[in-house]
């Protein structure tokens, strides 16, 4: 296993290119069970969730070719093979295995998911879903037992906003019998994506991307190509680190429109930003200073909750008190004491982190606990005088597709290096 190090304090510079949406890429990639020909997905990112999908299409009798970033799936001879265990765990998106295999067969049996620890992350509105639909559902062991005779559309309204929920309750409705209405449904872009995959194929669905979805079903679903949107995440992390560690990072392949709420947050706080066509600039902050603000998460368009952790590190910079409040996941603050280690005056009050600043970041030894926990890192260690070690690389690389290489792109002095023999025994210990 590996370790990042971070020597901090170069500024950045240049272009970085961003990769297809890794929550798209996770969705998209389990609907291809549900045509009965070969579906081509370009522009997926290189990161290991794609590669355990990969495997798990294999699993069930999927032909999966494979090359850069371009995936073919030949569905034709795929099996409900039940899936209990193994990589299913390894990710929080394996969810979208029981919509797609419960579309197309009637039935599945699926390992509970895993993914980021962000607190408690019920999945009782997909199951709401699915039953609506018509389907048995029971959860035997650690496993989610799907089974049905038909599935006959249904109106469902969801209790809460649920990026999950609403495309696996879409992966199931398109192959039903009849018309489904999905009411309070989520908005954001990869909904819309995953939504423009399933009408190439064939399906018919309207109002992806408003908060009611209507699907009528069809018998079957047919091959398609389709190209996936780009990683509004990975595009706001970058821009997030061009204000934090930046003298002008222009990211390129962005939707600017998928990141208002960051934008316009940044340039409340006094970040030179400019934005043009699909490219997004953020100038030289050398001699600025950054205003304090607040943030709140909300569903799109608000504040994406999976920015909030990296917003954080840029905000140890800011002059004043910050309030970072996150109303999605209430406990998405394991990278605060990790910025703490760093010298950063934070502190946790429920739901928010009160950020005092600005403080010169300090180079220590940091875990990632998370995904996006491990970006506000990498983003505080480039900010930091000294050098920084991040453990829990692997968490980072389920997320962002070659962040070494592209860092180092941008003037960054960044590296990996194999864990020590302690520093294995604690990851195993903890
Ligand atoms: N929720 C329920 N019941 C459900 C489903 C969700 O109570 O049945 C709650 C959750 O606990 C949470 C809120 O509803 O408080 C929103 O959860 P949502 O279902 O929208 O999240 P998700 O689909 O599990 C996706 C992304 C997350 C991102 C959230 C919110 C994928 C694979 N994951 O998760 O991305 O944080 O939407 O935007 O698409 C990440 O990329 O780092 C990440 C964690």
Redo the contacts with the bound molecule.
């Keep these: 296993m590996e370790k990042l190090m971070i020597a901090g304090g170069y500024p950045l510079k240049g272009t970085v290119r961003i990769s297809g949406a890794?929550?798209s890429a996770?969705?998209l990639i389990p609907a291809t069970i549900l045509a009965e020909s070969p579906v081509t997905i370009e522009g997926l990112p290189d990161i290991s969730d794609v590669q355990i999908l990969k495997g798990l299409l294999e699993e069930v009798g999927g032909k999966v070719h494979f090359d850069q970033n371009d995936m073919t799936v030949d569905p034709s001879s795929m099996i409900s093979m039940p899936l209990p265990n193994g990589k299913v765990k390894m990710l929080?998106?394996s969810y979208y295995l029981m919509g797609a295999m419960l579309g197309r067969f009637k039935k599945a049996v699926i390992g509970l998911p895993g993914?980021?620890h962000?607190g408690?992350?019920?999945?009782?509105?997909?199951?709401k879903g699915f039953e609506a639909l018509g389907a048995s559902v029971t959860n035997e062991q650690g496993a989610i037992y799907l089974r049905a005779d038909e599935l006959r559309g249904a109106r469902i309204y969801l209790d809460?906003?649920?990026?999950?929920?609403t495309i696996n309750i879409m992966l199931a409705a398109v192959r039903a019998k009849g018309r489904t209405i999905i009411e309070n449904a989520?908005k954001?872009p990869?909904i819309i994506d995953v939504a423009t995959l399933l009408s190439n194929m064939g399906a018919k669905i309207k109002g992806a991307g408003t908060d009611v979805i209507r699907i009528d079903g069809v018998e079957n679903l047919h091959g398609c190509r389709h190209t996936i949107i780009p990683d509004r995440?990975e595009a706001g992390t970058y821009i997030i680190l061009g204000a934090a560690a930046g003298q002008g990072v222009l990211i390129d392949n962005v939707i600017p429109q998928h990141l208002e709420s960051l934008i316009a947050k940044l340039r409340e706080m006094g970040v030179n930003i400019e934005i043009n066509d699909d490219q997004v600039f953020v100038g030289s902050q050398e001699g600025r200073k950054l205003k304090a603000v607040d943030i709140k998460t909300l569903?799109?368009p608000g504040f994406?909750?999976?920015l909030q952790q990296p917003f954080t590190s840029l905000l140890t910079k800011s002059e004043g008190t910050s309030i970072v409040t996150d109303t999605?996941?209430g406990a998405r603050f394991k990278h605060i004491d990790e910025l703490r280690r760093m010298s950063a005056d934070i502190k946790v009050e429920g739901r928010s982190a009160v950020i005092h600043g600005p403080v010169q970041l300090q180079g220590a030894k940091v875990k990632a606990s998370?995904?996006?926990a491990g970006a506000a890192l990498v983003i505080a260690g480039l900010m930091a005088e000294g050098v920084t070690e991040v453990t829990g690389l692997e968490h980072i690389e389920r997320?962002y597709s070659h962040i070494v290489e592209k860092l180092n792109g941008l003037g960054a002095t960044i590296w990996r290096e194999s864990l020590t023999t302690e520093e294995m025994d604690q990851m195993k210990n903890a």
């Design positions: 890794k929550n996770v969705a929080r998106a993914g980021c962000l408690p992350r019920p999945i009782d509105q997909h199951i809460v906003v649920s990026v999950g929920a989520a954001e990869e995440i569903v799109y994406p909750t999976d999605i996941y998370d995904l996006r997320g």
